[in-house]
């Protein structure tokens, strides 16, 4: 069975005490199991619903943020970049830039970021079908860097609500990059709680095991201690004590589906 990626950590930044309770969970309590793990946090969240909206401690203190978490725990990091001023600075601290949904058809900011030559998460955009996706691989492979990953999120169905079509991960397979399972993100109602994100957390477990069953290669995961209380994407956070269990059940999955 392959090494099965694991990104997960929580939607934002809110201060550097809870993000590191975070990541050393996560390090402490999944490192005897046979994945690779890897910590996610996002410095800005540019994309909010509302200009009322915790962004997060924005790209100075975050990275600081980020860099101290990465020696304390040696986990690689991944972070979200919103514009191509933001790469130089995000390259110095981060092992894959991710290249956020509603963002994954800006060339410019694509191609600079894969000129550094980091692997590149590509969340596949809400709009885009997974046959789509490989116009987006040709831009990250058009500066010689093959060092991708492409992350499913859901597709937009009506307003309000996203659904996830089980047969994009082999469809998008078949371009040869690791493809991710987006099990939180891809529960969001968006926009749909007075400003806010809405969503069903309590669909993340099955949706995981059918991804898991689909052959997907990894899971991305957004991870908090207390999800009613996190400043961002409360509804689709998953409780961070039931992690483990969930991917030793994906890893159960794995073995036969492999």
């Avoid at 509603?102 to 998460?121: G, P, Y």
């Amino acid at each position: 069975m392959k090494e099965l990626i694991i990104i997960a950590g929580p939607c934002v930044i809110e201060d550097e005490k809870t993000t590191t309770e975070i990541a050393s969970y996560l390090k402490d309590n999944l490192s005897d199991l046979p994945i690779k793990l890897i910590f996610k946090a996002s410095f800005d969240k540019a994309n909010r619903t509302s200009v009322d909206s915790y962004r997060g401690p924005g790209l100075k203190a975050g990275l600081e943020i980020l860099k101290n978490i990465k020696e304390k725990t040696n986990l690689p990091i991944l972070t979200d970049i919103h514009c191509c001023q933001q790469i130089k600075d995000v390259e110095k601290v981060a092992d894959i830039i991710q290249i956020p949904a509603f963002l994954s058809r800006q060339t410019d900011l694509i191609v600079e970021a894969a000129k550094t030559k980091k692997t590149i998460n590509i969340k596949k955009g809400q709009f885009i079908s997974p046959q789509s996706t490989r116009y987006i691989l040709k831009k990250i492979e058009s500066t010689g860097n093959k060092n991708i990953l492409i992350t499913e999120r859901g597709f937009c169905f009506g307003y309000n609500n996203l659904v996830v079509d089980f047969r994009s991960f082999l469809i998008m397979k078949e371009f040869g990059y690791p493809v991710i399972f987006d099990a939180t993100h891809s529960l969001q109602r968006p926009s749909a709680e007075s400003g806010i994100s809405g969503g069903d957390s309590q669909f993340v477990k099955p949706l995981s095991l059918a991804a898991a069953a689909a052959g997907v290669d990894g899971f991305f995961l957004e991870v908090h201690p207390r999800p009613e209380k996190a400043l961002s994407d409360r509804f689709t956070t998953y409780k961070l004590n039931k992690i483990k269990d969930l991917i030793k059940k994906i890893l159960s999955i794995k073995k036969i589906v492999d």
